[in-house]
């Protein structure tokens, strides 16, 4: 069996050179769409990166004590992804549809906290051991 890659006649032959130089564009288009998106994804790669908040080694009070390390943040980090966490408020918006209300749930906690620390500071007992006259 042969096989020819030109057509014999004339029209043969541009027909076939028109379908290579059509090849040729797509495998063009092809190669410059895939890395001009890799650019592009590499460029904002890159800023995200760097415009990363800093994480400090430490954090202290007043004082000088250390409250926290830098390794407690990201050791916070990771707990909070192995939750799922990290996929909450999505760059499309819709992370209030597919979980809870953390910010709910943390004011709710911190109100709470707040409360308790109230009354064991001014009654020496519980929140919820209190009168309704010392609740309010």
Do not use: C
Request: proline fraction near 3%.
């Amino acid at each position: 069996m042969q096989y020819t890659i030109f057509s014999r006649t004339a029209g043969g032959v541009k027909s076939t050179m028109k379908q290579m130089k059509s090849l040729t564009r797509l495998w063009v288009a092809l190669f410059l769409v895939t890395f001009g998106s890799l650019g592009i994804l590499s460029y904002y790669g890159l800023e995200i990166y760097r415009s990363a908040p800093p994480i400090p080694e430490t954090i202290v009070n007043e004082s000088g004590q250390t409250i926290f390390t830098g390794q407690d943040i990201k050791d916070g980090q990771n707990v909070w992804q192995s939750m799922g966490g990290h996929t909450v408020g999505t760059i499309w918006g819709h992370g209030a549809y597919v979980a809870p209300d953390w910010s709910a749930d943390w004011l709710h906690r911190e109100a709470v906290f707040i409360l308790e620390e109230w009354a064991q500071k001014d009654f020496s007992q519980g929140y919820d051991s209190l009168g309704s006259e010392q609740q309010a």
